[in-house]
C-alpha cells in the first residue's frame, strides 16, 4: 500500500462539548462550574491513571473506563467515535492519514488535556519507546492544536500556552511529537467581538507575545491562521498579510485555511494557483530571511494603536452589543433569515440553541452585512479610534505611521478596499425594513463610515479610494451597476416575503437566487 498521501483528515471541535462530555462521563454533573485550573488538576489524575482502554476493547454502548456512559448520551458517544475513527483511519491508512485537532474557543491548559484524554478513553494511543501500549504514560498520536478567536483570548493566548508547556503530562506528550506545536488564531469571531481594527491589533499582539513564549520554552511554533475570504474574517492579499505579520512569526513556516469562493478564485486555473503559491512562498521567505530591521518608532506606534484599538473596539460594542434595537435591526435590513434557511454552508448558523449576536457564526453575519451593502464588520469603529489618535497626538503623526508602518499600512489598505464596495444609498434601502426604529441605526452607521472613510483617504494621502490600486478600483466600479439592481430588488423580495409570514416559497426561491447574484458580484462575501 502507498499509503494515505493526498491529505490529512483535520478534526475540529469546540471546547465546551468536550467539556460536556467529560463532566458527565466522570460523574461530575458542575464540571463546568469547576475553575479551570481544578479541571486541569483532575484531567493529570486520570492521564496518570492506570485505567487504560485499547480501540478493541471500546464500543459505542459500553463504557471507556470505569465512569459509564449512558447508552442515551448520544454527544459523548459521537464524540468518543471520532477519536476512534481517527485510530481506525491510522490503522488502515498510515500515520499520514490524520492531522490536526483544533479545539475551538480554547481558554485554558484543561482545554488540551480535555482531548488527550478522551482520545485515551477511545483507544487512540501508541506505545512510547520505553512503554507497552496499557502503560497510562503511553502516546495519544495527535497534534492538539488550540484555538483562540475572541479579542480577550487572543490577549491572553501566550500566557495560557505559557502554563500548558510548562505542565509536565503535556510536555511529555509534546516530546512524542518531536516538540512542535500549533496555535491557530482566528479572524472572525474576534471581529465579530471587537470590530476590525481591535481584532487585527489583537491578532499582532498574540502572536508577537505567541513567539517569545514558545522561544522560552525552546518549542517550535506554527501560527495557523483561521482566515476567511472577506476582509472582516481575515482575507485580503496573502503576501500583504506575511510581510506585515510580527518578527518571528512566520519563521519558514505559514499554515493558513482559504475557504468557500476564495479557493475557486486564487486556485481554481492552473496559472493563477501557481502565482498564488508562488507569491505566499517569496512572501514567507523575505519575512523569514529578510524581516524589516527594528524601527525605534515602534514602542511608540504600540501605543498609538492600542488608543485606535481601544477607541474603535468601544464604538462598535456600543452598536452591536449594547443598543437594544441593534439585534433586531440586523434581522430586518439584512436578508439573515434567508441565509439561515440556506444550505450553504459546512455548520449551523449559530455555535448554540441562542438568539443573539454572541451565538451567531461569523461567516452567515459577514456574508449578512455584504448582501446588505452595509459590509459594517470590515470598517465600523476604525474611524472613531482615528479621529481619536488624531486627536490627541496630531494628523502627521498618525498619517506617519500609516506610511511607515508595514502593519497599519496593510489595514488601512484592506479597509480601502471594504469602503469601495460599500454602498449607503443602497443601505438606506435595506435600512427601510427596519422601520423607524432602524432609522437612528442606520444614521449612526452613515456617520461612522463617513468618518471613516475620510480619514483613510486624508491618511493615506489619496482623493479617491483605492487611488493606489487602480484595477480593483475600475473592477468594483464596472460590477457595480450590475449588482446595484439585484440588490434592489433583493429589498422588495424581502418585504413582500416576510408580509407573507415567510411561507411563500417561490419567493424565496427568487431571493436565494438574488443572494447568490449579488455574492458573485460582490466577490469576498464570507
Do not use: C
Not at 64 to 84: H, K, Q, T
Not at 465 to 494: A, E, F, H, K, T
Amino acid at each position: 500500500s502507498l499509503g494515505f498521501l493526498l491529505a490529512s483528515l483535520v478534526v475540529r471541535q469546540d471546547a465546551e462539548v468536550h467539556r460536556g462530555v467529560i463532566g458527565r462521563v466522570l460523574g461530575e454533573d458542575n464540571w463546568s462550574s469547576w475553575s479551570a485550573a481544578e479541571r486541569a488538576t483532575r484531567l493529570r489524575h486520570e492521564l496518570t491513571s492506570s485505567r487504560e482502554w485499547s480501540a478493541t476493547e471500546s464500543s459505542a454502548n459500553e463504557s471507556l473506563s470505569l465512569p459509564e456512559i449512558a447508552a442515551d448520551d448520544a454527544e459523548a458517544i459521537a464524540v468518543l467515535d471520532v477519536f476512534r475513527a481517527l485510530a481506525d483511519a491510522r490503522q488502515r491508512y498510515g500515520r499520514r492519514a490524520t492531522g490536526l485537532y483544533i479545539i475551538s474557543m480554547a481558554r485554558a491548559v484543561d482545554d488540551v488535556l480535555s482531548v488527550l484524554l478522551l482520545a485515551r478513553w477511545a483507544g487512540l494511543v501508541e506505545a512510547a519507546a520505553d512503554t507497552e501500549v496499557s502503560d497510562p504514560r503511553s502516546i495519544v498520536p495527535l497534534d492538539v492544536a488550540p484555538l483562540f478567536e475572541t479579542v480577550e483570548d487572543l490577549e491572553s493566548a501566550s500566557d495560557t500556552m505559557d502554563s500548558l508547556l510548562a505542565d509536565e503530562t503535556y510536555r511529555r506528550h509534546l516530546a512524542a511529537r518531536g516538540e512542535r506545536q500549533v496555535v491557530m488564531v482566528g479572524y472572525s469571531d474576534s471581529n465579530k467581538d471587537g470590530g476590525l481594527a481591535a481584532s487585527r491589533w489583537a491578532l499582532n499582539k498574540g502572536q508577537a507575545a505567541l513567539v517569545a513564549t514558545h522561544q522560552k520554552h525552546r518549542v517550535k511554533l506554527t501560527i495557523f491562521h483561521g482566515r476567511g475570504g472577506s476582509i472582516s474574517r481575515g482575507g485580503g492579499k496573502t503576501r500583504r498579510a506575511v510581510l506585515a505579520a510580527p518578527r518571528g512569526s512566520v519563521a519558514g513556516r505559514l499554515r493558513l485555511t482559504e475557504q468557500g469562493e476564495v479557493i475557486n478564485a486564487k486556485y481554481g486555473v492552473r496559472a493563477i494557483a501557481l502565482h498564488t503559491l508562488e507569491q505566499a512562498t517569496g512572501a514567507v521567505a523575505v519575512a523569514t530571511a529578510a524581516p524589516p530591521p527594528v524601527d525605534k518608532r515602534e514602542a511608540e506606534w504600540a501605543t498609538l494603536m492600542e488608543l485606535i484599538a481601544h477607541h474603535s473596539r468601544e464604538t462598535y460594542r456600543a452598536l452591536v452589543y449594547e443598543d437594544p434595537g441593534f439585534i433586531n435591526y440586523f434581522r430586518q435590513a439584512t436578508p439573515i433569515d434567508v441565509i439561515e434557511r440556506m444550505l450553504i454552508g459546512s455548520r449551523p448558523s449559530s455555535r448554540r440553541a441562542r438568539v443573539g449576536i454572541e451565538s451567531l457564526r461569523a461567516i452567515p453575519w459577514v456574508f449578512a452585512w455584504t448582501q446588505s451593502r452595509h459590509i459594517l464588520p470590515g470598517w465600523y469603529g476604525l474611524g472613531s479610534g482615528l479621529e481619536r489618535a488624531v486627536a490627541d497626538h496630531g494628523r502627521d503623526q498618525v498619517a506617519e505611521m500609516v506610511r511607515d508602518w508595514s502593519f497599519l499600512r496593510a489595514l488601512l489598505s484592506d479597509v480601502e478596499m471594504v469602503l469601495s464596495k460599500t454602498d449607503m444609498p443602497i443601505a438606506a434601502r435595506y435600512a427601510e425594513l427596519a422601520g423607524a426604529p432602524g432609522a437612528e441605526i442606520f444614521a449612526r452607521i452613515q456617520t461612522e463610515f463617513e468618518r471613516t472613510a475620510n480619514l483613510v483617504r486624508d491618511l493615506a494621502g489619496i482623493e479617491t479610494l483605492l487611488d493606489g490600486d487602480p484595477n480593483l478600483q475600475r473592477s468594483i466600479l464596472l460590477r457595480n451597476p450590475y449588482v446595484d439592481p439585484m440588490s434592489l430588488l433583493q429589498v422588495d423580495l424581502l418585504r413582500r416575503w416576510r408580509a407573507s409570514e415567510r411561507s411563500d416559497d417561490s419567493l424565496l426561491r427568487a431571493l436565494i437566487s438574488t443572494v447568490h447574484g449579488i455574492s458573485q458580484g460582490l466577490q469576498n462575501t464570507g
